[in-house]
């Protein structure tokens, strides 16, 4: 869906690996804008680099983004997250867009574990991966420590608890 952001993927990989020109990218998922998604692959040169496997097991989402550099949110409006924090549980920061209507930007602290891109943009975008990858192992550590400090209080359970103790039962 559009405010997924996934359109802006293509154009801001092809401008990051103006710069590093070994990187590589899954983009998982369907729906929609998957046959547009093919295309701008194609159109910027990224056939070989760029993988759109569409729809896949939750295994293979899992092993794609632990041997990631990052996992790139480019949405603009998230209820959560959540990918993120699974992102983090691994080690491997996130990079999500400054927006107003997105939640994941509250679970990203950035050059802690991601990197806030200002928006979509192609330029944004590419300059926010590439300083995951400026970073190098230091991020990845310093994510892994994140997720040890806030994963539970992130976790569904902490969450069920405060909706509990609200609700005054425990």
């Avoid at 990187?23 to 046959?35: F, N, T």
């Avoid at 192609?122 to 806030?150: K, M, Y």
Wanted: hydrophobic share 45%.
């Amino acid at each position: 869906i559009p405010e997924k952001g996934v359109l802006a993927l293509p154009p801001a990989l092809a401008r990051a690996r103006e710069t590093v020109p070994e990187l590589r990218a899954e983009i998982l998922g369907d729906g929609p804008l998957r046959a547009e998604v093919e295309r701008l692959v194609a159109e910027t040169g990224l056939n070989g680099s760029v993988a759109v496997p569409g729809f896949v097991p939750e295994h293979r989402v899992r092993d794609s983004v632990r041997r990631s550099l990052c996992l790139a949110l480019p949405s603009t409006r998230e209820g959560y997250g959540l990918v993120v924090v699974e992102a983090a549980a691994q080690g491997v920061p996130s990079v999500v867009v400054q927006s107003p209507d997105n939640a994941a930007l509250e679970l990203v602290e950035d050059g802690v574990n991601g990197v806030v891109a200002r928006s979509t943009e192609p330029d944004e975008l590419a300059a926010a991966i590439l300083r995951v990858h400026e970073a190098g192992p230091a991020l990845r550590t310093s994510t892994a420590d994140w997720f040890v400090q806030n994963g539970r209080a992130l976790s569904l359970e902490s969450s069920l608890e405060k909706v509990m103790q609200a609700y005054g039962r425990s």
